[in-house]
């Protein structure tokens, strides 16, 4: 076997090294358009420890590193190697929740703890940490916060990366630290608990916002190891409420007053495409997609702690007060699907990704904005759709309000059945067209996956070359999944025909 | 009044010791922001090195942190820009500084010729989006200018604890930001959205969504964010570029949108809305304390959070602010007041208490949360302490926390006024501090010295993050900057709490940032290199020496030599 | 009194920079949240109140010498008591006005003024010598045909003090000979002594001699002819009739009672000897001015020492008055104004205590005439915002200086052009019959 694998082995267990072809089929692509490309390994490590020393070998051997931490399909396109002779670096046997804590209302989880797994946990102790839509049963909450996933409450959004807190990294240079509070402590998760820290604050340490340069990274910059999440307190009274729309439009004002009142848990958006995708994928759900609404609009209600059901009821009664003023009724239920499955869907996770199951693929464009800009996207959407062959009524859309309603999440979801010969290619078009002309209405690609960041740092040539010094600092030997974001691909000759040896 | 403690000297003596910079770039100044905007004059110069704390720091105790060698006005970012570049040209340190309160807004270094940027021409709110809640501003908006702009539009805004006299662009891009607002409205550090950062090679940086052409409304990324090296806990405090403008997120405002005051100075007062409810709570031990903090935090109400009125004394607050609302009284009133029985009850009662406002978003809420508020307070045995809810001071209280403009009360007993301790963390673990914190007062101030008001002089947020888990006390210790010794010993009185702290285990407070000010830059990196994990301060020297090559910022951005490690 | 008995408040000023503003609790607009005119004009912080603090402590430290800009700093500035009002807010220890007023008298003993003071300070001493232009009898030249009294010869009610400006500025003549008449239409005798200025301009020059001798000679008449109260308009004078007799040498023990004329006349209202029947549909916006609003509290003479309570806490012995605003003559005028049918008050956002200076105050109108103007200009713009028609005064000096800003607002199309402007009492005149309307 070649030397390097050995060495790979010794530093995480032969058992978790792999380099077959069965085993990198995974890794190789996934269900952006980004192109494939088979890793040369992937190693599993267990621990803080063994990452480092991963790490610590690649510097050495420049070999370009990709972390992931969910199982499954991935969608953006980060997690597939961008350069020959990666190593899929996969923290899923680091799943350890390594301490829950009431009180503080903090989690501390390894990379790969997953969405139930990390739910059932806190439940036990009446709390859950705010979730993305619908995550699948194998996702990372490490890595859905990592990469600024939004979460369904918008009150509870103070900034855009909660609820991560503090986190300890293993930097692409090899170094360790703890970002957040956690980095004035010693570095030491149980001293620090011995102390009565609890890793809250993700702020500093110092003048830096370390763990800011950590999200929306891809991973090219380190690698989270444990992070530390904020907690909300399990509602003991809950109910939706739905607000129906023929337009779009007719909603925007009515969300931006509900975010601005902090009114509700759950805020979000759908159009009919969306909703009828995302409820039918699910197990024993029925749907009748024509009766949706055109675009529903779902609030819900949490009554937490002293008085919980008074709680949700004054809610209620201020929401359909507040809905009146906008024109709107609030309704406990929509046409065309049974308020218990959205409640479902909204608390819950899918085995497998949900927007594989009408079409078998999807192509996803997704950014940020302010509100009232949401529905000329929209237009955008259905007209390069349009252009494109496509049916502009099969453009899923998901709205989430963040950061408390002041930016929102936008996302547009194309299914699209691959296996038919030209189709996946047409659809890379597609979705390189829409991402084109939104970046040019001003939608903000702040994430920018794939084929995005070109464009995206194009624009912002200083935010490019800030990230260069700040990648030359972090990750001086470029090794960490490089080609992704702004990001060269060094790859030392040498090293790279030893692998292939 | 005492006698003069200057150490004796002359214009001349003083200016030879005082970096100067050449007349061609002094020239090169008048030509980038007009002669009417840059000055060198002695006084001038002086009026900038003069600072609250220098004489706690500077070599014999000198009122003045070091002299700039020019102040300079700029009117606009192209102006900043011209100037920091002739700063690398000539060697020199930038250092602005908004309003400029507190010592580190001045040159740090005898040593350096300093620029002195005094933002004040920067005064526009560039723009206030409503539906989108933020504003953008430049750094000499001030946090009352900008709220009384908001609250018409029920829109309000997180006034850091220092006050609503404070540059909204300070707080947010070069400094903390976190004050009684901070629970429900956020942190200027979680509010901040997209920034124009001048770096100190000259480029302008603007981050999130704003770098993008896309607008101010996103502070993250593209990618990871290129904010996270403006800010961390702290920001740079003037000594990593200059920050010209920058958007804030602002909060849902529940009172009257028409700002009336009543009341005749300097206690006025400002009628509580029906929606709203503003009562001073008092709970029985530290133990109730920390339990009424948790519950306020999971039931999630309240609005503005803090422990603000014991600021003047455990003992003598009831007294100073039974004082501070009769306009005919005066400090000279306050031994007669607090020896009036009802007054020493009301000292007991006030022992262990703390402002809390509750805003509703209609009568139905409110009622909700009072209803809460109530159980919380049957549960943890604490009360609503009656005289200071009573309808007088119950709206001095509702204009001192939404305005935030009395914050100068810090200096009320003489003039000089020290915030030590304020570690932060969980409301058990602050608790862990306070009665030495309270002892350590107490012992310092028996020589007389120091103010003694009774040891617990502690103030502080009810949540320094936004949601709650967090919260810090300060104590505030009053000197007097005229008196020699009184100086000295608040001076002993921040060692001592270093001190103090590290005997229970429990890392250094505020006081021992103000303490770094004074010291050399071995002693500085000694402490730095001394944080359990000082890779952080590393890798700031390594940001530094990417945006920063011609060493324009000084050492309010601190950082670690390279391969410096403790003991040497 | 020296200017090292300030050297302490320099010491304790913290830089909170609370001088350059009006109170934050009244701030309501972005615009008119300023309340310093001399660091808005100086823009160094330098020219704000904790600024001039320390620019004399520089001096007083040795640090650095006088030079022209810091001439510039001690006198560009009205002496308005903004700084006074911020300060004081928070804080017992700190004298500002007191500070920056004895600023000017140590450069003034350094003979260091700006050179626009020199032929001030020699017409007054030329006035005070006798062999001024205008003798004290072309003083009284306004008050001709009225009927007062000689207060040497007879008993009166009151003796009116016109000042300088009401004596001398035609424009002003038929406001002043109104007031007088408002007076007599009350019923009372009204004397008028032949006399100088009142030392006014002297002291906030801060020639303290010569506004000595003005104030010891106005005493001695006043004291000879057994003056029970003292009616002025102008608030200057009023001003230092309060603040500085008391103080001279040789000042009586019981001073007279110093009424400015439209606190007076509220009294006269309240009496009913005045009866305002004549509507005044008119929308007005008042401006309080300084020297009568919040320099114009109720004052008392300490003298005493500091002394520490509770260790370090700074207090006084004998207690040490406050005077921080809170007690300044601002409801007189409002309800002289509530007590004229149709007349309606807007106010504006800086008002009372907080009111924006007119620019004429601390000799700015005679030595810094532009710096004075621009000054008007703010406030002026600032009377216009509240779309009231006319601005309001009860001040020779105030009305001066705004009726000239809003003739250059009227030339320029500016804020406040075609803004009336008018004294109290002319609208009181106007109800009660016996005033025309200025044209």
């Not at chain 3, 004052?299 to 012995?317: F, L, N, P, R, S």
């Amino acid at each position: 076997m070649n030397h390097m694998i050995e060495e790979l082995a010794a530093l995480v267990g032969r058992d978790n090294v792999a380099a077959d072809p069965a085993s990198l089929e995974a890794y190789a692509q996934d269900e952006s358009f980004v192109p494939r490309l088979t890793p040369w390994a992937v190693a599993r490590p267990g621990s803080a420890e063994e990452v480092q020393r991963v790490v610590a070998w690649a510097n050495e051997t420049a070999t370009p590193l990709v972390p992931v931490s969910s199982g499954g399909q991935h969608f953006h396109g980060d997690t597939v190697p961008s350069t020959p002779g990666a190593v899929m670096l996969d923290l899923r046997r680091m799943d350890k929740i390594l301490r829950v804590d009431r009180r503080n209302r903090m989690a501390v989880i390894e990379p790969g703890v997953t969405y139930p797994q990390l739910q059932a946990a806190l439940a036990a102790e009446g709390m859950r940490v705010t979730p993305p839509l619908l995550p699948r049963a194998d996702k990372s909450v490490v890595a859905s916060l990592l990469e600024r996933q939004p979460t369904l409450i918008p009150r509870y959004n103070f900034h855009l990366p909660e609820p991560l807190r503090s986190c300890g990294v293993v930097w692409g240079n090899g170094e360790t630290m703890f970002t957040g509070e956690a980095g004035t402590g010693p570095e030491s998760l149980e001293a620090q608990w011995q102390a009565g820290g609890v890793q809250a604050d993700p702020k500093g340490p110092a003048q830096t916002d370390f763990f800011r340069l950590l999200t929306g990274a891809q991973g090219t910059m380190g690698v989270v190891t444990w992070a530390a999440v904020k907690c909300e307190l399990l509602p003991a009274a809950h109910e939706y409420l739905f607000a129906a729309a023929a337009e779009l439009d007719e909603l925007v004002d009515f969300t931006y007053r509900l975010d601005r009142l902090r009114l509700g848990d759950e805020v979000l958006i759908f159009n009919d495409s969306y909703l009828a995708r995302l409820l039918a994928s699910r197990d024993g759900v029925t749907v009748d997609p024509d009766a949706l609404p055109a675009w529903t609009l779902v609030l819900g209600l949490g009554g937490r702690e002293y008085f919980a059901a008074e709680r949700v009821a004054v809610q209620k009664k201020d929401s359909e007060v507040l809905a009146g003023e906008f024109g709107l009724t609030l309704q406990s239920s929509i046409a065309g699907a049974a308020t218990a499955d959205i409640a479902a869907a909204l608390a819950g996770c899918c085995k497998t990704p949900w927007k594989l199951a009408a079409e078998g693929a999807c192509a996803d464009v997704l950014f940020v904005t302010t509100l009232e800009e949401a529905p000329a996207f929209t237009e955008i959407a259905h007209i390069v759709a349009d252009g494109h062959g496509y049916a502009a009524e099969d453009v899923g859309v998901y709205i989430q309000p963040q950061h408390q309603g002041v930016t929102h999440h936008v996302e547009f979801s194309l299914p699209y059945d691959a296996s038919v010969a030209g189709t996946r290619e047409d659809m890379s078009d597609l979705s390189d067209d829409l991402a084109a002309n939104l970046m040019a209405a001003g939608a903000y690609f702040s994430r920018p996956y794939g084929p995005w960041a070109q464009p995206v740092y194009n624009r912002d040539a200083a935010a490019r070359d800030a990230l260069r010094k700040i990648k030359a600092i972090f990750d001086p030997a470029g090794i960490m999944n490089p080609g992704k974001l702004c990001f060269g691909a060094p790859v030392a000759p040498r090293a790279l025909a030893e692998k292939e040896a | 009044m005492s006698p003069s403690y200057a150490k004796p000297t002359t214009p001349a003596e003083t200016a030879a010791h005082s970096p100067q910079i050449p007349d061609d770039a002094y020239q090169a100044l008048e030509d980038i922001v007009g002669a009417e905007n840059v000055s060198r004059d002695a006084a001038v110069l002086d009026t900038y090195a003069f600072q609250w704390l220098a004489e706690l720091v500077r070599p014999d105790q000198s009122h003045y942190m070091a002299r700039p060698a020019a102040v300079v006005l700029p009117g606009s970012t192209e102006e900043v820009q011209a100037i920091v570049r002739l700063a690398n040209k000539y060697g020199l340190k930038v250092k602005p500084h908004g309003t400029g309160w507190y010592h580190w807004s001045g040159p740090i270094k005898d040593s350096d010729a300093t620029l002195q940027l005094d933002m004040r021409r920067m005064n526009a709110i560039v723009e206030i989006d409503e539906q989108n809640m933020y504003a953008v501003v430049e750094p000499y908006v001030i946090a009352a200018q900008l709220q009384a702009e908001i609250l018409p539009l029920g829109l309000n805004l997180n006034i850091p604890g220092v006050g609503c006299s404070s540059s909204i662009v300070a707080s947010a891009c070069a400094y903390h930001g976190a004050g009684p607002d901070t629970y429900y409205m956020g942190g200027n550090a979680e509010n901040v959205l997209g920034m124009e950062w001048v770096t100190p090679e000259g480029e302008i940086v603007r981050t999130g969504s704003l770098g993008s052409g896309d607008g101010w409304f996103c502070s993250e990324g593209p990618g990871p964010s290129v904010r996270g090296i403006c800010r961390g806990t702290l920001g740079s405090r003037g000594g990593l570029g200059v920050y010209t403008r920058c958007a804030v997120k602002l909060a849902p405002h529940f009172g009257q949108t028409e700002w009336n005051v009543e009341g005749t100075l300097p206690a006025y007062r400002l009628p509580i809305h029906e929606n709203l409810r503003v009562y001073t709570l008092a709970v029985p031990d530290w133990d109730a304390w920390a339990e009424i903090y948790y519950r306020i935090y999971d039931n999630e109400i309240g609005y503005i959070f803090h422990r603000q009125f014991n600021l003047a004394g455990a003992d003598l607050a009831a007294a100073f602010w039974l004082m501070y609302n009769d306009a005919s009284k005066t400090l000279s009133d306050v031994p007669e007041l607090a020896a009036d029985p009802e007054i020493i009850a009301l000292t007991e009662e006030l022992r262990i208490s703390f402002q809390l406002i509750l805003a509703g978003r209609s009568n139905d809420d409110i009622e909700l949360q009072d209803k809460i508020l109530d159980a919380i307070l049957e549960e943890v045995g604490g009360h609503k302490v009656e005289r200071f809810c009573e309808r007088d001071m119950a709206e001095f209280t509702n204009v001192y926390l939404q305005r935030l403009g009395h914050k100068h009360i810090n200096f009320v007993w003489a003039g000089g006024y020290i915030g030590s301790w304020m570690q932060f963390g969980t409301p058990d673990w602050v608790k862990g501090y306070i009665p030495t914190a309270a002892a350590g007062l107490e012992r310092d101030a028996a020589g007389g010295k120091l103010v003694q008001c009774g040891g617990d002089a502690m103030m502080g947020s009810g949540s320094g993050i936004p949601l709650g888990g967090a919260t810090g006390l300060e104590q505030f210790v009053s000197y007097d900057p005229d008196d020699y010794d009184s100086t000295v010993a608040g001076i002993k009185h921040m060692e001592d709490a270093v001190g103090d702290a590290a005997a229970i285990s429990y890392p250094p407070g505020k006081e021992f940032l103000y303490l770094q000010i004074g010291w050399t830059d071995e002693q500085i990196w000694d402490a730095l290199a001394h944080a359990k994990q000082p890779q952080a301060f590393h890798y700031q020297r390594k940001i530094k020496e990417a945006f920063d090559p011609n060493n324009v910022g000084d050492r309010m951005y601190p950082t670690l030599p390279e391969g410096y490690t403790a003991g040497e | 009194m020296a200017l090292t008995d300030y050297r302490a408040d320099a010491m304790r000023c913290t830089r909170c920079s609370y001088c350059k503003w009006i109170p934050f609790d009244l701030v309501k607009s972005h615009q008119f949240a300023k309340g310093c005119p001399s660091i808005e004009a100086g823009k160094f912080h330098a020219y704000s109140a904790g600024g001039k603090l320390v620019t004399a402590l520089s001096l007083m430290d040795g640090r650095s010498e006088v030079t022209d800009q810091v001439v510039d700093i001690a006198f560009k500035c009205q002496l308005c008591g903004n700084c006074d009002v911020a300060c004081k807010l928070c804080r017992y220890d700190m004298e500002p006005i007191l500070a920056l007023r004895e600023f000017r008298a140590h450069l003034v003993e350094m003979d260091r003024v700006p050179e626009s003071y020199r032929p001030l300070i020699e017409r007054t001493r030329a006035a005070l010598a006798g062999k001024g232009p205008k003798t004290p009898a072309d003083r009284n030249a306004w008050a001709e045909g009225l009927g007062l009294k000689d207060p040497t010869a007879e008993p009166v009610d009151v003796v009116f003090y016109a000042g300088c400006k009401y004596s001398l500025e035609e424009t002003l003549r038929e406001t002043v000979r109104t007031q007088v008449r408002l007076l007599q239409l009350a019923g009372l005798t009204v004397g008028l002594f032949e006399n100088g200025c009142c030392g006014g301009l002297a002291d906030k020059l801060g020639y303290r001699d010569e506004a000595a001798e003005a104030g010891q000679r106005m005493l001695k008449q006043w004291a000879a002819a057994g003056v029970k109260t003292v009616v002025t308009s102008c608030a200057d004078c009023r001003h230092v009739f309060t603040r500085v007799y008391p103080q001279l040498e040789g000042a009586p023990e019981a001073m007279p009672q110093i009424l400015h004329t439209v606190e007076c006349v509220d009294q006269l209202i309240r009496d009913e000897r005045l009866e305002l029947a004549t509507p005044v549909p008119m929308a007005v916006t008042y401006h309080d001015p300084c020297n009568l609003g919040r320099q114009g509290e109720p004052y008392t003479q300490w003298e005493g020492v500091e002394k520490k309570i509770y260790g370090q806490a700074v207090v006084y012995d004998p207690p040490r008055p406050r005077h921080n605003g809170a007690y300044g003559v601002y409801q007189a005028p409002r309800d002289v104004l509530a007590a004229i049918p149709g007349v309606q008050l807007v106010e504006m956002e800086r008002s009372r205590e907080a009111a924006w200076c007119c620019g004429a105050g601390g000799a700015c109108r005679e030595a810094f005439p532009e710096y004075s103007a621009a000054t008007a200009a703010e406030r002026v713009e600032e009377a216009a915002s509240t779309g009231a028609e006319a601005l309001v005064t009860a001040c020779s000096r105030c009305e001066l200086n705004f009726t000239e800003a809003v003739a250059a607002d009227t030339a320029s199309g500016g804020p406040g052009a075609d803004l009336k402007v008018h004294d109290v009492l002319e609208l009181v005149a106007l109800s009660a019959g016996i005033g025309k309307e200025r044209s």
